[in-house]
């Protein structure tokens, strides 16, 4: 889970960042969701299940979205899908997990 918290930090910088060069209505849309990639991580950070569910829903939309302009050419977008990959696959780990009795109390 903490490799999750890290790259949604990292992505909210990311998107942060390229705020930064952007202008008009394109500047606002790296804003919000750099702010949700922040908001989300400090949600997963908390514990909160809610937050692991939208996650895992809206990083797997960005997936799909980044494979898509990955397939029309734009190189870039390889470290985003494979950032989300690895955003998916430690989130979907925690719900395979089951809790062991211990034994020996």
């Known amino acids: ?13 990311f998107l942060l ?35 692991i569910k939208i996650t895992i829903a809206y990083k797997g939309v960005d997936f799909f979205f980044a494979l898509l302009m990955l397939m029309a050419g734009n190189l870039f977008q390889s470290l985003n899908a494979a950032i989300d990959l690895a955003i998916l696959h430690d989130l979907i780990g925690l719900f395979g997990k089951k809790e062991e009795p211990m034994e020996g109390s």
């Open 17 to 51: 960042y390229y705020s930064a060069g952007a202008f008009g209505s394109e500047r606002y849309m790296l804003l919000i969701f750099g702010l949700l990639n922040f908001l989300l991580a400090w949600g997963i950070v908390r514990g909160e299940r809610r937050a």
């Open 1 to 13: 889970m903490k490799i999750a918290v890290y790259l949604l930090f990292l992505q909210s910088l």
